[in-house]
């Protein structure tokens, strides 16, 4: 395990986005390339909300509003790109844009057993080295090498602000089929339609939620 670094700013992420967003809307659909870099930027752009939420509420904003344009225009223009995943019969919530709007994390509860410096290896109780400060252009960082998980909770705003749902169940087949209807049948293929109806709101259902 080791140190989570974020080599770029979220406001210079930001404005590639938006730069590569007016590429794609400027292409003749359907586009590969186009296809691709909308299905890239729901990525980058919910990574800048959840990096930017509690320290930037501005670009915040303007990523969550930005991420509501890129998955609209997705679902528009390539409908196919907006299915739900499935795996060993079990249907995943998986898109960028859907979970963006799930404000919770994950907040981890460790004991750290050892760890070292990375220029020299020792106890960083042992040695004179100093985290963050470089030595012949390599940067000290202390890195954990054993550690014990104790507790894991949910929380509206994580310390490590990546740590957050990737894939999300959607629901077992008998309720799949009692929302959707008899004729479904488990591994036809879903459409996901939550950007064609309009961004109703942030999910902030964790507010208030602390690692107790």
């Given at each position: 395990?080791?140190?989570?670094?974020?080599?770029?700013?979220e406001?210079?992420?930001?404005q590639?986005?938006?730069?590569?967003?007016?590429?794609?809307?400027?292409?003749?659909?359907?586009?590969?390339?186009?296809?691709?870099?909308?299905?890239?930027?729901?990525?980058?752009?919910?990574q800048?909300?959840?990096?930017?939420?509690?320290?930037?509420?501005?670009?915040?904003?303007?990523?969550?509003?930005?991420l509501?344009?890129?998955?609209?225009?997705?679902?528009?223009?390539?409908?196919?790109?907006?299915?739900?995943?499935?795996?060993d019969?079990?249907?995943y919530?998986?898109?960028?844009?859907?979970?963006?709007?799930?404000?919770?994390?994950?907040?981890?509860?460790?004991?750290?057993d050892e760890?070292?410096?990375?220029?020299?290896?020792?106890?960083?109780?042992?040695?004179?080295?100093?985290?963050?400060?470089?030595?012949?252009?390599?940067?000290c960082?202390?890195?954990?090498t054993?550690?014990?998980?104790?507790?894991v909770?949910?929380?509206?705003?994580?310390?490590?602000?990546?740590?957050?749902?990737?894939?999300?169940?959607?629901?077992?087949?008998?309720?799949?089929?009692?929302a959707?209807?008899?004729?479904?049948?488990?591994?036809?293929?879903?459409?996901?339609?939550?950007?064609?109806?309009?961004?109703?709101g942030?999910?902030?259902?964790?507010?208030?939620?602390?690692?107790?």
């Amino acid at each position: 395990m080791s140190a989570v670094s974020y080599p770029r700013d979220e406001n210079e992420v930001f404005q590639q986005c938006q730069a590569d967003l007016e590429q794609a809307k400027a292409a003749r659909h359907p586009d590969p390339a186009a296809l691709e870099i909308l299905r890239r930027l729901r990525g980058e752009l919910r990574q800048v909300m959840d990096r930017s939420e509690g320290y930037d509420l501005a670009l915040f904003d303007r990523a969550h509003e930005l991420l509501d344009e890129v998955g609209g225009l997705l679902r528009r223009t390539y409908p196919k790109a907006c299915t739900m995943a499935y795996r060993d019969g079990v249907y995943y919530r998986e898109c960028p844009v859907d979970l963006g709007h799930l404000r919770v994390g994950f907040s981890v509860e460790t004991r750290v057993d050892e760890q070292e410096c990375s220029i020299c290896g020792l106890d960083p109780d042992e040695c004179d080295h100093i985290p963050g400060e470089s030595y012949e252009g390599r940067e000290c960082l202390v890195i954990i090498t054993k550690a014990q998980i104790l507790a894991v909770a949910l929380v509206a705003n994580p310390r490590f602000r990546d740590a957050r749902f990737g894939s999300l169940s959607l629901g077992t087949s008998t309720e799949l089929r009692a929302a959707l209807g008899p004729n479904f049948r488990p591994g036809v293929r879903l459409s996901c339609d939550k950007c064609l109806a309009g961004c109703h709101g942030l999910n902030r259902n964790f507010d208030g939620s602390t690692h107790g």
